[in-house]
């Protein structure tokens, strides 16, 4: 006797279940994005907090900025991939606009995405693979319980690490090297507690 085929949700699917749906659809599969953990939010806050000030104006004339920054997006990835990223940017020099629509088209140069127990096995398995095969350029993992920021960067065969760091640590982190980031502060540390920088 034959096996019923799988029938696999679509875009319409995912709609139907609402606005408020905090839910991907990941090789035709509806995934809930399950609310996170205690940290999820100080985390998101703290990358908005380092990066938005500094690199979501448009830049130019020595200084930083020339990104959009999107948190919780729709982003479409395929016919049977719709994702939402914690966070993720576009370069304004490649995105003129800030992305609109539902879902976003516009595949991100940067996605953030925050490990938690019951999305890392994604974030770090299927999602890693999508971001790779879309070819966005960086893919930062934020861990909250190890309290550690990891910054991957894209390269044919598969994301290499460029750098790691742990929250005592301040660093130049890709691709937003212009501006020295304090890793503590994605885990609630205060600014002023940064390290020094180090002088040749």
């Not at 019923?4 to 279940?17: C, H, Q, R, V, Y």
């Not at 999305?119 to 398995?125: I, K, P, V």
């Not at 290499?160 to 212009?178: K, N, S």
Request: hydrophobic residues 40%; aromatic residues 8%.
């Amino acid at each position: 006797m034959a096996v019923p085929a799988l029938k696999l949700s679509t875009w319409g699917d995912l709609d139907a279940l609402g606005p408020d749906a905090r839910s991907e659809l990941i090789d035709g599969v509806i995934v809930e994005k399950a609310a996170g953990e205690g940290e999820h939010g100080t985390v998101q806050s703290g990358v908005n907090g380092l990066l938005f000030p500094s690199f979501s104006r448009r830049g130019g004339g020595g200084q930083p900025g020339g990104w959009w920054f999107q948190t919780e997006t729709d982003i479409a990835f395929g016919d049977l991939l719709r994702l939402r990223p914690d966070i993720a940017g576009w370069r304004r020099e490649r995105v003129p606009e800030n992305p609109r629509g539902f879902p976003v088209r516009e595949i991100p140069d940067w996605v953030c995405e925050v490990l938690s127990t019951s999305t890392a096995h994604r974030d770090l398995g299927r999602k890693r693979e999508v971001y790779h095969a879309a070819k966005v350029g960086h893919y930062w993992l934020v861990d909250p319980q190890a309290r550690v920021l990891t910054v991957l960067r894209w390269a044919p065969d598969g994301y290499l690490v460029a750098q790691a760091a742990g929250q005592a640590e301040a660093i130049r982190a890709e691709p937003f090297e212009a501006v020295r980031l304090f890793v503590g502060v994605l885990f609630g540390a205060d600014p002023d507690d940064a390290p020094p920088e180090s002088t040749p």
